[in-house]
């Protein structure tokens, strides 16, 4: 049995529980669920894109425990506050930490999360199990099948992208670094650690697309060491600034619907679908 809870995000697939959600005046989301088997094994999906989904999940969850459900295990696409895994200055929360106890505190038999930022969110998580970005990184290839480098933009990042070269079948991976200032989160010092590309055609992998700085220091630097056709692949894509600064760079623009659906010319999003047992 599953339980969406945005309508138009449905990335598992099976006989679905009916109900209404609904806002309160006052600002508080509220869901009224009908009859289901609670003898079956309930999945809940939903996108956190903000403290008022995360509000309508909890009571969605506690609303099928007082309705007998005996399993529940949920579907959490990007986990909100991933990025927020370490303190950097005094006076700023740890969130993720925030958000994995309130979590924790339903019990949940399973949560699924979907190419988690890092190795922190899984720790903090019980009972969660990381669905990596293999397939999706598989099927951008379908659409640009020319890219013969995978690219890694920073050293955060280069344990997940071996893994999915060798996923791929041994693709050669090229590694990049970056600086960062803590305190303004400007960055700088763009180094990619190859002499040259020689017109490779690139396929930039990365979790997390937000303002696209990132994507865009790196692609000149590329560029620099002589690529060819460039692509970006961000399993989450936010797009905090839209996407034309990025289309205007790259080829095209891939990401899934994890986070929000988009339309926009030089983006292909992909839907993800997820395997749950």
Known sequence: MILQLDPNFKPVTGSEIAFKAFTFSGGEPHIKIEAFDVTQTVTVTHRLNSFNDFGLFLTAIDALRNMGAKKIEAVIPYFPAARQDRLMIPGEPLTVKVYAKILNSLNLDKVYVFDAHSEVTPALVENCEVIPNHEFIAQVL???????????????????????????????????????????????????????????????????????????????????????????????????????????IFDTVFTTNSFRDLSADGLVQLPITLKTN
């Open 142 to 248: 379908h659409h640009v099948s020319s890219v013969s480098q995978l690219v890694s933009p920073d050293g955060g990042a280069l344990k997940k992208i071996y893994k999915v070269a060798t996923f791929l079948g041994g693709m050669d991976v090229t590694e990049c670094s970056k600086n960062r200032d803590v305190k303004t989160g400007k960055l700088s010092g763009f180094k990619v650690f190859s002499d040259d590309l020689a017109g490779a055609d690139c396929l930039i992998v990365d979790d997390i697309c937000d303002g696209g700085a990132t994507f865009i220091g790196l692609a000149e630097a590329l560029k620099q060491k002589g690529a060819g056709k460039l692509f970006l692949a961000v399993s989450h894509g936010i797009f905090s600034k839209g996407t034309e600064n990025l289309t205007q």
